[in-house]
């Protein structure tokens, strides 16, 4: 289990995000400890408003979050199984994906050239 593919736990009927795990919940997440504290992972089924039930805030607003999401993504695509909802969620989190990747960007339909380069006739 790599602690990137854990996107939030539940615990005592909490969802918690990242920011807001606890150092029992944390030491789960790293496969440090077990208690009654249930991983969530990157590859599970995530609705996009489903919120951490300490901070209110939406997981999909939580950086570790996205990160997991797009590694996840990133198996789907190489994988040969990316579904066409993941793929407007790519979309969606296209702004999140670093520049150099260059995998991503392409199928998350990022021109690979910026539009300061405007091809010769075009205007
Ligand atoms: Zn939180």
């Known amino acids: 289990m790599k602690a990137w593919e ?9 969802l918690v995000c990242p920011a807001c795990y606890t150092e029992l919940e ?3 997440v790293d496969g440090m400890e077990h208690g009654e504290v249930s991983c969530i992972f990157a590859s599970d089924e995530l609705k996009p408003d489903e919120v951490c039930s300490r901070c209110g805030e939406p997981l999909m607003n939580n950086i ?3 990160k997991a999401r797009l590694e996840y ?5 190489i994988a ?3 579904s066409y909802g993941e793929l407007a969620e790519l979309q969606d989190l296209a ?6 990747d260059t995998l991503l960007l392409e199928w998350a339909g990022v021109p690979e050239f910026s539009n300061s380069k405007v091809p010769d006739g075009a205007i």
């Open 73 to 77: 993504l990133r198996g789907e695509i």
């Open 95 to 100: 702004k999140y994906i670093d520049p150099d």
């Open 26 to 28: 944390q030491a789960v």
């Open 64 to 66: 570790t979050v996205i």
């Open 80 to 82: 040969e199984r990316i």
């Open 6 to 14: 854990v996107v939030a736990v539940a615990h005592n009927g909490e």
